[in-house]
């Protein structure tokens, strides 16, 4: 596997397999790499040829100054666990090659779906997400780009930024990766002490409850909502929301509508968990 640190370096690469006729895939990362991670590399090996995967902590989709420096940073690790699954390109730049400004002067806002949820809790998160990914798709300018589905709402993003400045670029989801005990694998899960660590599945207990309510034919789903969110506090979680949403694009949904999700984020001691879960609805 290469590893490169300049767009310079980047692009020579990129150009070589193009000129071989390969087709290149991009997987963004903020490092710190899991399985759910490696889930995404290998699902980019099975659309392209060549894949590059990106590890750089956005600075722009941090709200606080103080979790942007407790963000763990691993990179000798990640590039370990990249060798593992065969990664084509590590592309981990530092901050002054993606903002050589110390900044971005121009920033991406993809408004509606932005406005809600993770967009309410964390003002300027979706700018910050938006802006970088636009800056990895004209530096790598890859055919496909895969993302997880455990970050549904950011998912909902990139697709609405492809579309609305016509990015020629796939954006393929992966379903959520999980540990045994249904706990969605995520790099904050690294906060939670032991005690935390064994409270932390009911997150998606509760939400798989409340698909399960809505599929036996309840519909009252601010209800269902507020119940959620007791059963949390209960649990000793602060939650952020949990709420049903339109799959598509996260407005409320009607009582025709039957493509829909589940989304909650809560706080766990000084972990900020987020979870979801598309389904249908039946009848």
Do not use: C
Request: charged fraction near 25%; aromatic fraction near 6%; proline fraction near 5%.
């Amino acid at each position: 596997m290469r590893r490169v640190e300049t767009i310079a370096a980047l692009r020579d690469a990129v150009a070589a397999w193009r000129a071989a006729g390969e087709r290149v895939a991009l997987v963004p990362t903020m490092g710190n790499l899991h399985r759910g991670h490696l889930a995404l590399v290998e699902r980019a090996q099975a659309l392209a040829q060549r894949v590059v995967v990106s590890v750089f902590v956005n600075p722009l989709q941090f709200d606080r100054e103080d979790d942007l420096s407790a963000y763990p940073r691993t990179l000798e690790q990640d590039a370990v666990a990249l060798e593992t699954v065969d990664a084509d390109l590590l592309f981990a730049p530092p901050v002054s090659e993606v903002y050589p400004e110390g900044g971005s002067l121009t920033r991406i806002e993809v408004e509606g779906v932005t406005s809600m949820l993770e967009g309410a809790s964390r003002p300027g998160h979706f700018s910050g997400v938006a802006t970088v990914v636009a800056k990895l798709f004209n530096m790598v300018l890859p055919d496909v780009a895969v993302f997880g589905e455990k970050d549904y709402q950011q998912l909902l993003v990139i697709r609405r930024l492809v579309r609305d400045l016509n990015v020629p670029v796939e954006i393929e989801g992966v379903s959520t990766v999980r540990e045994p005990d249904g706990l969605a694998m995520s790099s904050r899960n690294g906060y939670l002490n032991a005690g935390e660590r064994r409270v932390a599945p009911r997150l998606q207990a509760v939400l798989s409850a409340l698909v399960a309510a809505v599929e036996a034919g309840t519909t009252d789903y601010r209800a269902l909502e507020a119940r959620a969110v007791s059963a949390l506090e209960a649990d000793g979680f602060r939650p952020d929301y949990v709420t049903v949403r339109r799959a598509a694009d996260l407005e409320r949904p009607g009582e025709d509508d039957r493509d829909l999700v589940v989304l909650a984020a809560a706080w766990l001691g000084r972990a900020r968990l987020i979870d979801n879960i598309p389904f249908t609805r039946q009848g």
